[in-house]
């Protein structure tokens, strides 16, 4: 992957949060973004797991396997670009779970933990599942937009809907849903990939070379929220979700993630009585122009304030804190 031991321990000295790597060779174009983190080659990610492995870093892993992605792909330039459908089809569930079996059984040789990046289909939290079960140290994820959308909401916003791994079926939604119950999927993110709304309206005709994210971090908390007051989960589970699990996970706890003597003084004020309509043009991102898929949801309960290190940062809809007064967060 271009890293040798050295260069591992200068990062984890330079105050690194966790490494990662994608099992894919990099995008056309993107080289220079993927340049030491593409690990398509198994043998090369086998050799990363085991000069981290003495580090109580977590490594995390994009999970889609390369050969059977540019397969998938080849079938996919074959046919109509324009369909909705063209993105699934040219990025199956196959391609997720065979890259998922892989990275695990290679940890486990290794014995490294390791995280996996936003799974998105059935056979994916199986995999992951049974893995746990065996007493492999794996970590799971999930995106809010695969818990929250199903590939129909390409027909809708087409590019503005694009995201890798795709959103996917109903069986996988339900899967990825069992997978957070029942602990499987421990952290639940948002994989903030923005681009702009030009970049994505160029590729309605192609939405295989259309450039893959979209902006939500801004509904990360209020829908983990939202769905405590509608009965998805109860607001511990919430929590967990989004603070407890990825600040222990990257040995930020308990500094981060709870609120207790000691701890920094991050919290909301939350009033779970008001309902609102998702208004994406309100939001702080600069790619709030490229949400097609939040805007126009019906949200229950509404942050009515935001707290760090017990500085008043955002009230009522406008951010009030000093710009730069953000910290460095090294991991424990």
Known sequence: MGCDEQVIEEMVNAGAIAFKAFMVDAPPGREDEFDGIAAANRSDLLVAFQNTAKYDIPFVIHCEDDQLLNHYIGLALESDLSDPMVHPKSRPDIVESVAISSAVSLAEHANRPIHIAHVSSAKGVDIIRHAIQSGVDVTGEVCLHY?????????????????????????????????????????LT?????????????????????????????????????????GQWDLSKAIELVCESPAKLFNLWPRKGTISLGSDADFVVFDPKDEYIVDSTKWFTKAKDCDRVYSGLNISGRILQTYVRGNLIYSNGEIVGERGCGQFLWPN
């Not at 957070?180 to 999927?185: A, I, K, Y």
């Not at 709304?197 to 801004?218: F, I, M, N, Q, R």
């Open 147 to 187: 818990l929250e959308f199903t590939a129909d909401i390409l027909s809708k916003a087409g590019p503005y809907a694009k995201v890798n791994p795709p959103i996917r079926f109903k069986n996988d939604q339900k899967a990825l849903w069992e997978g957070v119950r029942d602990n499987t999927l421990t952290i």
């Open 190 to 230: 948002t994989d903030h990939a923005p681009f702009t709304a030009a970049e994505k309206e160029a590729t309605w005709h192609d939405l295989v070379s259309s450039p893959p994210g979209l902006p939500s971090l801004e509904m990360l908390y209020p829908m983990s929220l939202h769905h405590a007051l509608n």
